[in-house]
C-alpha cells in the first residue's frame, strides 16, 4: 500500500482519528474507573479497621464484665484468702468455661503464678509481664495483647481484694486462626496477627515478622498481605507489571512495649482487580469494533473519492496526450465530484478548442491566414516523399520596409494580405506559406518533363500577377517582387535543401537588381563558401590572433610633397584560405550585421597604431572607411570619444571616409550624424566621390571636409580628355565650396603632374605606394623622406 495515495491518506486519517479518540475514551475511562474503585477499595479498609477496632473494644468490655463476676464471688476470695489450691483452680477451670475463655490464672503480690489452666502460663512461675501487673497491684483492671507460650492473648488483669489486693486474676483469650477467621468475616478483611521482631531477624516462616494466626489461607498470601502497602494503588497498571493482590494495614494492639503486638488488616483485591479487567476489556472490544466500522467507513468513502478522481487522473493524462473525449460523471457520486468531474468536463473542451486554436496558430500566419514556415516545411517534407515534381518559389516585396515606414503599419499589412490573395490563386494544387515579414513561399506542381524555359515562363506569370498596383484604405500601392525559383527534383532532393537553394536563387536576383533568377548548379557551394566565410570572420574577431590586420596606403600633399595623411585598410590573411579580399568579407559583414563589430576592432587597431607613431614623432591623420550602418550608430560617437581618450589623441588625428552612395542611403539622419561628428572636431570624407550619382544640391547639404574622387576617373586621366573634364570641374567646385580634394588611384607621373596643375590637394594610388602593414610605414616613410631630399638638392644643383 503507497502511503502517499489519497485513498491511503484519507483511510489512514480517518482510522487513526478514530483509534485516538477511542483509545484517549479508553484510557480517560480506564483511569477514572480505577481512580474510583481505588478510592472505594481505601474507603473501605478504612471502615473495615474502624469496625474491627470496635469489635476489639466491645469484645474486651464483655470479657471485662465476665472477668469482674468471677473476681467478686465471695467462695473464690475465701478460697484464695485460705491458699486452698484445689478449690481456686477449680473455680478458675468452671468460671474459664463459663466464660468461654482459653487461659485462666492467678498470681500473688510477687509476680508468682499461682495457678493456671493451660500450660502457656507456668504454675510456680514468674509472670513474664511483671510490669503490667502494677496498675492491678493498685486495684485497678487492665486489658492488653501478650505473647503467651507460643500464642497471642487479649489478657485481662484484674485485681483481686479482700479488702486490700491479695491476688490478681489473669483471664486470657488466645488470638487463633479461629478467632482471625471470626473477626474476618465480620470486619470484611482479613485479619492477622503477629508480632514485631527486632530489625534484622527473621520468622521461622522466613518472614520479618513472627505470624501467631491468620485469616489467610497460606503463608504466601500471608506473605503478600504483611508486605503490601496501605492503600490500593492505581489500577491502570500500564507498564505491565505485576497485579498489587492487597491493601494491607498495621495496627499495634498492644500496649507495651515488651513484645509488641500487631494485627494485620488486609483487604484482598483479586476480585477487584478481576472485575476491573472485565470491564477494561469489554471497553477495548468496543473501541476494536469502532476502529474497524471506522476503518470499514473510511474504505468506503475514500473509494467513493477516489474511483472518480483516477477515472479524472486518467483523463487528465489522455488530455495531457492531447486526447480529448467526453467526460461524464460516475453514477452516485456525491455533488462536489460531480461538480469537479463537470469542470474536468468543461475544461477538456476548452483545451481541446484552444489547442485546435493554438495548432492553427503555430502552423498559419496569423495575418493572411497562410502556412507558416514550420508548416511550409512539413508541405515540403509531405510533397517530397511523395516524389511528384513541382516548383518552389520564394517571392520577396521590394522596398516594403518604405512602405511601412511611409504609409504605416495598417496599409502594409493590407499589402501583404493583398499579395498572399494574388498567389493563393496561383497554387491551385500546390501550396503558399508566409515565412518573414515580406517574404512569401510557392509550391506550385509540375509535368514530369519540366524544363528551366517552363520554370521561367511560371516566374514571369507570378511577376505579371503583381504588376497591378493594389488597393488599401483607398491608397493605390505599387508592388514590386523578386523572386528565386527552384525545381524539384532536378534541383533539390530534400525539403532543406529545397528552402536554402531558393533562398540562395531570390539573394542572386537582389545582388544582381534582377526580378528572377532560377537556380543554377553549384550556387549551393558558393552559398556553403559565403557561410565559411562568415563563420570564420566571427571567430577572427574574437581570437584577434593576427589573422586582420591593418595595411595603410600613404597620401601625398602636393602642395608640400611631403606625406602627411594615410588610409587604413583591413586585410584578411586566413590559416587555411589564405588572403580573403575586403570586398567579400566587408559586403558580407555589412548584410549580416556583423559590420559593427568589424568597425569597432578596425577603429581601435588604428588608434594604437596612430598613438604608437606619435611616440616616434610621426604625424600621420589616419582616414577609416565607415559604412551607412556605422554611421547610423547612435553610439559610434561615444565609443570614437572613448578609444580616443584611451590612447590620448585628439579627433583631428583621424578621419571619417564614407562613400557617397552610403551618404544618401537616409539623407537626413546621415547628415545629422556627419554633423554630429564634425563638431566635435572629426574631419569627414565624402569616398568615390562621382559614382554615385548624387545631385550636386544633396552633396553640397552634406557637412564633409573632403571629396575623394573615384579612381575610376583617375586611373586613365593623363590620356583620356572626358575623365580630365570631370576631374576639373569637381576640383571647381571642391575649390569653390572650401574642400579639400584627394585623388586616389594615382598610378603615374603623367596623372600627378596633370593633378597637380589643376589644383588638386592629395593624390593616393600605386605610383605612390602600395598599402603596407603597420611595422613598414616608418621605414618607407624614412625613405620617401629621403628620396623627397635628394630630389630637392638635384633641382636646386640643376637650377
Known amino acids: 500500500m503507497r502511503l502517499n495515495t489519497f485513498r491511503t491518506q484519507i483511510l489512514l486519517f480517518a482510522a487513526g482519528l478514530t483509534a485516538l479518540a477511542a483509545l484517549s475514551i479508553l484510557v480517560l475511562v480506564l483511569y477514572s474507573a480505577g481512580e474510583t474503585i481505588r478510592n472505594k477499595v481505601n474507603n473501605d479498609l478504612t471502615a473495615a479497621v474502624e469496625v474491627f477496632k470496635n469489635t476489639i473494644d466491645m469484645r474486651q468490655q464483655q470479657l471485662m464484665t465476665s472477668a469482674a463476676i468471677l473476681v467478686s464471688d465471695f467462695g473464690f476470695k475465701q478460697a484464695l484468702a485460705s491458699q486452698d489450691k484445689e478449690t481456686v483452680a477449680s473455680m478458675l477451670e468452671n468460671h474459664g468455661s463459663r466464660i468461654r475463655s482459653d487461659l485462666m490464672f492467678m498470681v500473688d503480690v510477687n509476680a508468682r503464678v499461682t495457678a493456671s489452666t493451660d500450660s502457656d502460663v507456668r504454675e510456680g512461675e514468674l509472670f513474664a509481664y511483671a510490669p503490667a501487673l502494677a496498675g492491678a497491684l493498685q486495684g485497678q483492671i487492665s486489658a492488653d495483647f501478650f505473647v503467651l507460650g507460643n500464642h497471642i492473648y487479649q489478657l485481662l488483669l484484674i485485681p483481686v481484694q479482700a479488702p486490700r489486693v491479695i491476688a490478681i486474676a489473669g483471664v486470657g483469650f488466645r488470638m487463633d486462626e479461629r478467632l482471625a477467621r471470626q473477626l474476618a468475616r465480620s470486619s470484611g478483611i482479613d485479619v492477622t496477627f503477629v508480632e514485631q521482631q527486632t530489625p534484622g531477624m527473621r520468622s521461622p516462616r522466613g518472614m520479618s515478622h513472627l505470624v501467631y494466626s491468620s485469616s489467610l489461607p497460606d503463608d504466601e498470601r500471608i506473605l503478600q498481605a504483611i508486605e503490601a502497602p496501605g492503600y490500593a494503588r492505581a489500577l491502570s497498571n500500564w507498564r505491565g507489571g505485576s497485579m498489587q493482590r492487597f491493601a494491607s494495614q498495621w495496627l499495634t494492639i498492644s500496649g507495651h512495649d515488651t513484645v509488641p503486638v500487631s494485627v494485620v488488616l488486609s483487604a484482598d483485591l483479586q ?50 496526450r492531447g486526447e480529448f473525449h467526453r467526460i461524464d460523471p460516475p453514477q452516485g457520486a456525491n455533488y462536489e465530484i460531480q461538480t469537479l468531474v463537470s469542470a474536468f468536463h468543461t475544461m477538456n473542451n476548452d483545451l481541446a478548442e484552444r489547442e ?19 508548416s511550409m516545411l512539413s508541405e515540403l517534407e509531405r510533397r517530397v516523399a511523395a516524389g511528384e515534381p513541382f516548383m518552389l518559389a520564394d517571392i520577396n516585396i521590394r522596398g516594403f520596409k518604405n512602405i511601412n515606414d511611409s504609409l504605416g503599419a495598417d496599409v502594409g499589412d493590407g499589402c501583404l494580405t493583398r499579395v498572399a490573395q494574388r498567389l493563393a490563386m496561383l497554387a491551385q494544387k500546390g501550396a503558399l506559406a508566409r515565412v518573414a515579414g515580406d517574404e512569401f513561399v510557392l509550391l506550385m506542381p509540375c509535368p514530369d518533363a519540366v524544363t528551366s524555359l517552363w520554370a521561367e515562363a511560371h516566374g514571369w506569370k507570378i511577376l505579371h500577377t503583381m504588376n497591378t498596383p493594389v488597393e488599401v484604405k483607398g491608397i493605390s500601392v505599387s508592388i514590386d517582387v523578386r523572386v528565386g525559383l527552384v525545381l524539384f527534383p532536378l534541383q533539390a532532393d530534400t525539403a532543406a535543401q529545397l528552402i536554402r537553394r531558393t533562398n540562395i536563387a531570390l539573394e542572386y536576383a537582389r545582388s544582381q537588381k534582377i526580378s528572377l533568377f532560377l537556380y543554377e548548379d553549384g ?21 584577434n590572433d593576427g589573422q586582420l590586420q591593418m595595411y595603410y596606403q600613404p597620401k601625398k600633399n602636393l602642395a608640400t610633397g611631403c606625406v602627411d595623411k594615410a588610409e587604413a585598410l583591413i586585410r584578411w590573411f586566413h590559416p587555411q584560405d589564405g588572403f580573403i579580399a575586403p570586398d567579400l568579407f566587408i559586403e558580407l559583414a555589412e548584410q549580416t550585421g556583423l559590420i559593427g563589430q568589424l ?27 565607415m559604412s551607412a550602418q556605422d554611421i547610423s550608430r547612435d553610439d559610434l560617437l561615444t565609443a570614437l570619444t572613448q578609444q580616443l581618450q584611451h590612447y590620448q589623441l585628439q579627433p583631428g588625428d583621424i578621419c571619417l571616409e564614407i562613400t557617397e552612395r552610403d551618404m544618401m542611403q537616409d539623407e537626413e539622419k546621415t547628415r545629422q550624424q556627419l554633423q554630429a561628428l564634425r563638431d566635435h572636431g572629426f574631419r569627414i570624407s565624402m569616398d568615390d566621390y562621382g559614382i554615385g550619382y548624387s545631385a550636386l544640391s544633396k552633396i ?84 620617401f623622406r629621403q628620396r623627397a631630399a635628394s630630389a630637392g638638392q638635384q633641382q636646386e644643383i640643376s637650377s
Open 356 to 374: 485546435q486554436e493554438i495548432r492553427y496558430q503555430a502552423l498559419h500566419d496569423s495575418l493572411t491566414g497562410l502556412l507558416n514556415r514550420v
Open 599 to 625: 568597425t569597432d576592432w578596425v577603429i581601435s587597431q588604428v588608434l594604437e597604431h596612430v598613438a604608437a607613431w606619435r611616440r616616434d614623432n610621426i604625424d600621420l591623420q589616419v582616414s577609416i572607411n
Open 700 to 783: 553640397a547639404r552634406m557637412p564633409v571636409d573632403e571629396i575623394k574622387i573615384d579612381k575610376c576617373f583617375i586611373l586613365k586621366l593623363a590620356d583620356t580628355q572626358e575623365d580630365q573634364i570631370i576631374v576639373r570641374s569637381t576640383l571647381t567646385m571642391a575649390h569653390e565650396l572650401g574642400l579639400s580634394v584627394t585623388a586616389e588611384g594615382v598610378e603615374n607621373q603623367a596623372s600627378e603632374a596633370w593633378l597637380q596643375a589643376a589644383g588638386c590637394h592629395y593624390i593616393q594610388g600605386y605610383y605612390l605606394c602600395r598599402p603596407m602593414a603597420f611595422d613598414q610605414v616608418q621605414p618607407w616613410l624614412t625613405e
Open 271 to 320: 476480585s477487584t482487580f478481576d472485575g476491573y479487567v472485565r470491564l477494561r476489556n469489554r471497553i477495548l472490544q468496543v473501541t476494536m469494533v469502532i476502529i474497524v466500522l471506522a476503518v470499514a467507513g473510511s474504505i468506503v468513502m475514500a473509494r467513493r473519492l477516489t474511483v472518480p478522481l483516477k477515472r479524472l487522473v486518467r483523463d487528465a493524462r489522455a488530455i495531457a
Open 523 to 543: 550556387m549551393d557551394q558558393q552559398h556553403l563558401k559565403t557561410l565559411h566565410i562568415l563563420k570564420s570572420l566571427k571567430q577572427a574577431l574574437i581570437l
